[in-house]
Each structure stands twice: as structure tokens, then as C-alpha cells.
């Protein structure tokens, strides 16, 4: 049996390979104290496995009974968790949470080539900056919530250009905002957040001490190179999948 993914990109990647769809929740605001913050998100499949927390394991199994709505619907929906309240029955047990979070679940398909999320995990891959722009309230009939632009997409229309320049200014400056265009009638409100590229790790020597180091690494998210002389100890099935294996002499190493 092949390993199960460790990191949100190799369960992306694995489902995308089977063309499957997905529901994608991204934090889009938060107030107080919250485990998670804007721009944090997590990958829920039909089957009802997911890979992510956006909490301590609090909210993950509501989130997967309203993501199986979205998946079977299409429509996004925004989810609103509050724990801001000390008589609260599911949140008022010292869970150190005391905040509140705003998720956007939105369907993610092979037919809209699983985008934002595919702009995300290519371009983290690359270790590329870029930033997304999800629409999270909208008067305008052609762009409801869940609709998306990405830093490198061409769109002279409005608000359409708008949108895509927020995300270029996003990507050069890091972070994330909350931005609202078009006019009030038509008024488009959009998170816009610039993609959070993992550390990247340098492991100098494959032997058996190296495996753990790795599989925390990947756990984390980072992106990690392997380097050795040994050509038998850069076997791909020791480490984590998507771990960059490279045979080379330590004086080449520059």
C-alpha cells in the first residue's frame, strides 16, 4: 500500500489525481483569540477524510457535515464559529479558544482545474510568491461567494482587474486583506491574502537519524532536500513524499 499524504499539498495532489472533487474552508477573518488566523485552510473530501485543522479538533466535524453540503450543491457557504461567550455548551471548556473565526467552504473541481487552491500548491511547490482573492460577499450575480482570481490571471473587466491587482499588490507586500470594489449596488467584498511559502530545510546525510527529522519536517509543512553521497541511501520510499533526494560530494555542495 502506498503511504497516506502527510501534507495538505500531497492530498491535494493525490485527489486531483483522481480527479475527485473537494471542499476547500479558508479562515477569512477571526476576532480574539482563535487557534488558526486568516488565510489558514484545510482540504475535505467527499469521503469525509481531510487533511489541515483550522482548530484543536473542535470545529473539523461540523466543518465536514456542512462541507458535504457544499460539495453536493456547488454553492459556497460562509460558516461562523463564536466562542466568545463563557455559557457557550461547546466552547466553554477552557479550550483557550475564546474567539471567533469565519470560514469560507467553497467546491473545488477538475472542471475549474481545482483553482485557487492548484495556484497555491504549484506555486508554494516553487517556492513562487502569489495571492488569491476570494470573494466572500457579493451583489453581483456573476461573482458569488467562492469565486476566485490569482495574481497571474489576465481579466481586464471589472471588477475582475481590480480584484487580480489587489493580489499582485498582496503578493510583493505579504499578508492579507479585506477589500470591497465595484459599485454599491454591485458592491464585491474579497479576502485577499498572499500565499504563506513554507520554510525549506537543508539535511546534509540520509542516514536512519535523518527519517525522523524529515517526517516532522513534512508534518510541518516545510519543503525538504536531502543530500547525500550515498546513492543507496536516497531511496525514495524511506522519506516522506514530495522530499527532494540529491546525490552529490560534499565539495560540491555550493
Not at 19 to 28: D, F, G, H, K, N
Not at 135 to 159: C, F, I, L, Q
Not at 165 to 173: I, K, P
Request: proline content about 5%; charged content about 20%.
Amino acid at each position: 500500500m502506498s503511504p497516506s499524504p502527510k501534507s495538505l499539498f500531497a492530498f491535494f495532489r493525490a485527489r486531483a489525481a483522481a480527479c475527485e472533487p473537494l471542499a476547500l474552508a479558508t479562515v477569512v477573518a477571526t476576532e480574539g483569540s482563535t487557534y488558526r488566523k486568516a488565510g489558514a485552510q484545510m482540504l475535505i473530501a467527499a469521503d469525509g477524510s481531510s487533511m489541515g485543522l483550522l482548530s484543536g479538533g473542535c470545529l473539523e466535524a461540523d466543518l465536514r457535515e456542512r462541507a458535504r453540503r457544499v460539495l453536493e450543491t456547488g454553492a459556497a457557504e460562509i460558516v461562523t464559529y463564536d466562542a466568545r461567550t463563557s455559557d457557550d455548551p461547546v466552547w466553554g471548556l477552557g479550550l483557550g479558544c475564546e474567539g471567533a473565526m469565519h470560514i469560507l467552504l467553497q467546491r473545488l473541481e477538475a472542471r475549474g482545474a481545482y483553482q485557487p487552491f492548484a495556484f497555491v500548491a504549484d506555486h508554494s511547490a516553487r517556492h513562487q510568491r502569489g495571492a488569491t482573492a476570494l470573494v466572500v460577499k457579493s451583489r453581483d450575480r456573476r461573482y458569488p461567494p467562492g469565486t476566485a482570481w490569482h495574481s497571474e490571471m489576465n481579466d481586464t473587466s471589472a471588477p475582475a482587474a481590480q480584484l487580480i491587482e489587489h493580489c499582485r499588490r498582496c503578493a510583493a507586500a505579504g499578508g492579507f486583506d479585506t477589500v470591497s470594489v465595484g459599485a454599491a449596488d454591485e458592491a464585491i467584498t474579497a479576502f485577499v491574502a498572499a500565499l504563506d511559502l513554507p520554510a525549506r530545510l537543508l539535511l546534509l546525510g540520509a542516514g536512519p537519524d535523518a527519517e525522523p527529522v524529515v517526517e516532522i519536517a513534512t508534518l510541518l509543512g516545510w519543503q525538504v532536500t536531502v543530500v547525500d553521497h550515498r546513492a543507496a541511501y536516497l531511496e525514495a520510499g524511506r522519506f516522506a513524499e514530495g522530499t527532494r533526494l540529491v546525490e552529490l560530494r560534499p565539495e560540491r555542495l555550493a
